[in-house]
């Protein structure tokens, strides 16, 4: 990766054009009255076609990606895009759909719509999905409506509050508060699992549900689901599963079955669509039994939701099959307790229980005999692991621990890919010890140093000027 | 160690209030803004608001951080340091001159809830 | 275990990895998971299918589909895609990147986000631009959210009841359950009052008429309350702008800007504001700085606002944006230029006005833009049976003569179809 410093506009030449269209056929041009027409320029950059495919080349030169390496990071899934899935999605026969097209002229896409949604139910073991939601947390949104239209139909509109637990995702209390729930937070055991005994006070009336993710963001398997679920809907809530932690469970565990009624998946974390650096995604919403007469209810995106998506998805589903559907969680979990016990004699292990697909460390251990230890935080470490080209895990996540370091390695990597990482996590945990400069200062082969993120939040440039 | 400035009353959520007659003059402790690390900015209510003892009259903000101001007092909005709006290090680099706001206050009984100096320095340990 | 492309583990390393860990089986590594829990037996799903026979069935899925001449817009515009932009956007270096929170190695998103912004923000007038929506109708909904977040204990929003049904739908279904009140209505200034946080204006309406919107931001401002408007991005390069009408907040959908039609999505909602609002605006934004060795370099910033960090004090709840399709829009933007941006507003244009004029003249319809300006997109009013028309132009080809509530039926002409395909059109209404 190289550093590149042009920015398009800074390309633009008068009179150069990069467009190619018809001359048209010479219908007349209507005049736009004055009063409704653009006064100023649009600013827009003049560039030739050769221009723009190389800035962007060279653009994406300073970008890592899944096909560039390893992605170690918590909660996100980064797993291998599988290119047929992408070439499934381009094929003009969908491409071309205009989203309002009469149902007759639209038979094979609601066909693979349909085939995706019996998939996901039957892997998850919910009813019906809504496809409508276009990423996670849109997806814990619609879900929320969900749980919020269930209880008006009820006559039962007074459910106002919702109940996540500490070790949440970050989005969850967020998509609440959209929903216009109040949040209630619960605390998380010593040993990094919700205890029945602190939730059963808050069950009440009030209660609308409660959001959990299974495994947790600790990586571990909440194994008292089934009393939380049996004491939730005792009282009249309903479970909400936040899917982004479902890969290890592929194959083994079923949120339909653990008792849960609303759901999202992520499709660009358990289903291999690619993040193309934070989007396009898709969150579809499944529910159980009781919350399906209202699945329809909440039109939370303008047409089908991310359609191009749900293809890439639904290869990939087709081209695992029912067999490899099986292997997918459990190999992700071997991959990550595979890192967790190679690497625990030198980085802290504060659950030191067998894991699901992720797991924390809370940093370096100082054992008092490894000098500058203290002197090296997650921050560094993540930095200096960029220097030997590996994405940094998620740090500083979840909060219950002040250096954690989040990993999630997924199904896609190899023995020798582990193995390779956990030699450079030793080496660091190592250069840490003897020179902790060398991680302070890092990342050092990266295409730019660590930037001043404080300078960019005071002074805040958000737009290209002129000889700005 | 974090600066404790005697005179001065505290509330749990880390502001701190001058009394100036019926005036309340608010800011942060100096164990607020070394929590926070550099300050980015502050967001600052306008003149004139009603504010409720308890609840966020605005925020502090840093890179990977954001925290509610609570007000100590009820009232209303007197005066806002508009050096802030700009200026945010102002507050790492003094957090006790550089007030936020002045709120001229509806119930100077609710002063008598706040920690003295010692009792703060105790509270944050 | 059997061999499969994905998933490198042979049995050997499957051995030797769970010996490092201590448990002899991959069952074993789920030993907390009640029996009750533990999915027994096969999934009932179709058996793994190869790379050629995946192809092939999806092949026959598209076969399914009917490819037609789209003459239809309300909110998914049927333009010509530069060949550059799909080869940029799946080079893996984009496709397969995470959100760019490590800015040392996601320079290249950062700054095509950037540029992106800075489009934006010269296409609406606005001073700040996200890093981009789900996609109009969502960026409509949250731009009312915000109004809310940026007035003080105001609750009340106004939406116009010209805005494309969709929009509607979708502000509907985000109003519904927080503590705000919604209003619809087609006079939105005489919705204006003391509770009023936010008026949402479109700047053409779904029937196609280019909106005047002189003296909204006086009136709309004069109560305390914001005005944001609606638009489809590529028609900004030739209509009044949102900050020319001296509106807060910009929204829409950027689809028009070489975005295939994708049966919906993904497209990119676009969402833009004024200076004064920048703290409040949902999303991700990308700000420019410096290095460790002063070069100029950008980064995620204003973090502090969102969801990550705020929690249920942000303002919304986005996470994940359209970052691929804001790609796509920079590059289509950058290929255009301004002179590329005015033709293809022309054509679309001449078109459909084209088209307006021969419809007329079969006598099949009544003029339904009378009075009105439109650009490329118009409504007339069918005299004929409706079922008959679509049936007949369906039948030839051509999907075009979608019905609105109001029975009226809606056009749209894009630089794609030339005259020749339009004459076809005609011919087919002719026959009727």
């Known amino acids: 990766m190289k550093y590149y410093d042009r920015l398009i506009f800074e390309l633009s030449h008068p009179g150069r054009t990069g467009f190619s269209l018809p001359a048209g056929d010479s219908l007349p041009v209507p005049e736009i009255p004055a009063h409704l027409r653009r006064q100023g320029d649009t600013g827009l950059p003049e560039v030739s076609e050769v221009d723009v495919v190389r800035h962007y080349t060279n653009l994406s030169q300073m970008n890592f990606g899944v096909d560039t390496g390893f992605y170690p990071l918590g909660s996100c899934t980064m797993k291998y895009n599988p290119k047929i899935n992408e070439e499934m999605a381009n094929l003009p026969a969908f491409t071309g759909l205009h989203p309002l097209q009469p149902e007759s002229t639209v038979k094979g896409a609601k066909t693979l719509i349909d085939g995706l949604d019996k998939a996901l139910s039957e892997i998850t073991g919910m009813k019906k999905f809504t496809f409508l939601p276009c990423a996670g947390a849109h997806g814990e949104l619609t879900g929320l409506m969900l749980m919020r239209e269930y209880h008006m139909a009820r006559g039962d509109a007074a459910r106002t509050k919702v109940i996540v637990p500490d070790s949440a995702h970050g989005t969850n209390p967020a998509s609440a508060h959209v929903a216009g729930l109040d949040i209630i937070e619960v605390k998380s055991r010593p040993d990094g699992l919700v205890d029945v005994e602190d939730l059963k006070p808050l069950l009440g009336p009030e209660i609308a549900g409660i959001m959990m993710t299974n495994p947790n963001t600790l990586g571990l398997f909440e194994k008292e689901i089934g009393k939380i679920a049996a004491l939730v809907h005792e009282c009249g809530g309903l479970l909400y599963y936040d899917g982004a932690n479902m890969n290890p469970m592929l194959g083994k565990v079923r949120p339909g079955d653990m008792g849960f009624d609303i759901m999202h998946i992520n499709l660009h974390k358990t289903f291999s669509t690619p993040h193309g650096g934070g989007g396009p995604g898709s969150g579809p919403v499944g529910v159980s039994e009781r919350v399906l007469p209202y699945l329809a209810i909440p039109v939370t995106s303008g047409f089908h939701g991310n359609f191009g998506v749900m293809v890439k998805a639904y290869a990939y589903i087709l081209t695992l099959g029912r067999e490899n559907l099986l292997m997918a969680g459990p190999l992700a979990t071997l991959n990550a307790n595979y890192i967790k016990e190679s690497l625990k004699d030198l980085y802290k292990l504060p659950i030191p229980t067998v894991c699901k697909h992720e797991f924390v460390y809370d940093g370096l251990i100082d054992d008092g005999a490894r000098e500058g230890v203290p002197g090296a935080t997650t921050l560094d470490i993540a930095k200096r692991l960029l220097d030997y080209g590996y994405h940094a895990p998620t740090i500083y996540f979840p909060l219950l621990f002040h250096q954690a370091l989040m990993i999630e390695p997924t199904e896609t990597e190899s023995k020798e890919t582990l193995d390779a990482f956990i030699d450079v996590m030793r080496t660091i945990a190592e250069e840490a010890a003897r020179d902790p400069e060398i991680l302070r200062s890092a990342p050092h082969n990266a295409p730019i140093r660590r930037p001043d993120e404080t300078e960019a939040a005071r002074n805040p440039i958000v737009c290209w000027q002129p000889n700005a | 160690m974090s600066k404790v400035i005697d005179g001065l009353l505290y509330s749990e959520s880390h502001e701190w209030v001058k009394v100036d007659g019926d005036v309340a003059i608010i800011g942060v402790s100096d164990y607020a803004q070394a929590e926070m690390g550099e300050i980015t900015y502050v967001d600052l209510p306008g003149e004139g608001d009603e504010i409720e003892k308890g609840e966020d009259f605005g925020a502090l903000e840093s890179v990977k951080a954001a925290s509610e101001l609570y007000s100590p007092v009820s009232g209303t909005v007197e005066a806002v340091n508009e050096d802030l709006d700009g200026n945010p290090q102002l507050i790492n680099e003094d957090p006790y001159s550089n007030w936020i706001i002045k709120v001229k206050m509806s119930d100077d009984s609710e002063l008598g809830e706040l920690m003295s100096a010692a009792d703060y320095e105790k509270s944050i340990g | ?432």
Request: glycine residues 10%; hydrophobic residues 40%.
């Open chain 3, 1 to 432: 275990m059997s061999s499969f492309a994905y998933f490198p583990h042979t049995g050997e390393d499957i051995r030797a990895m769970l010996e490092r860990i201590g448990v002899s089986s991959l069952d074993d590594l789920y030993f907390d998971v009640p029996a009750d829990f533990l999915h027994k037996g096969e999934y009932d799903l179709p058996s793994a299918m190869s790379e050629q026979e995946v192809r092939s069935y999806f092949e026959k899925l598209g076969a399914m589909n009917t490819t037609l001449k789209v003459f239809v817009g309300q909110g998914a515009y049927d333009h010509y895609v530069p060949s550059v932009i799909p080869y940029i956007t799946s080079r893996s270096e984009f496709l397969t990147s995470y959100t760019p929170y490590q800015s040392e190695i996601s320079q290249g998103t950062l700054r095509y986000i950037f540029e992106y912004q800075s489009m934006i923000c010269r296409m609406t007038g606005m001073d700040i631009s996200n890093a981009s929506m789900y996609d109009g109708p969502t960026a409509a909904a949250e731009a009312l959210r915000m109004c809310v977040a940026c007035t003080r204990r105001r609750n009340k929003v106004v939406m116009s009841t010209k805005l494309l049904p969709n929009v509607q739908q979708v502000i509907r279904t985000y109003m519904k359950y927080p503590d705000m009140e919604l209003v619809a209505a087609d006079d939105v200034l005489a919705e204006l009052g003391p509770d009023v946080a936010g008026v949402l204006v479109p700047s053409v309406g779904k029937h196609g008429g280019i909106q005047d919107l002189e003296g909204y931001a006086d009136r709309i401002h004069a109560c305390g309350a914001l005005m944001a408007v609606y638009c489809d991005l590529s028609t900004l390069a030739v209509l009044r702008t949102p900050a020319e009408w001296g509106a807060d907040i910009a929204v829409g959908d950027g689809q028009s800007l070489g975005i295939p039609l994708n049966f919906g999505g993904p497209y990119v909602g676009f969402m833009a504001c004024k200076k004064d609002y920048m703290r409040k605006l949902p999303g991700r934004i990308v700000g420019q700085t410096v290095d460790g060795e002063g070069r100029r370099c950008f980064v995620l910033t204003l973090q502090a606002r969102e969801q990550h960090i705020r929690r249920e004090k942000a303002t919304s709840n986005i996470c994940s944006n359209e970052s691929l399709m804001a790609l796509w829009v920079t590059v289509y933007l950058s290929l255009m230029g301004p002179e590329g941006m005015r033709k293809v507003n022309e054509l679309g244009s001449a078109g459909a006005h084209y088209l307006h004029d021969r419809l007329m003249s079969t006598g099949k319809f009544e003029d339904f833009m009378t009075g009105r300006n439109y650009l490329n997109e118009f409504c007339l009013k069918p005299l004929v049976d409706v079922e008959k028309l679509q049936k007949a132009l369906l039948d030839g080809g051509y999907f075009a003569a979608l019905q609105l509530e109001d029975g009226t039926v809606t056009f749209c002409v894009t630089e794609k179809h030339g005259k020749e395909e339009i004459d076809g059109l005609v011919k087919i209404v002719e026959g009727l």
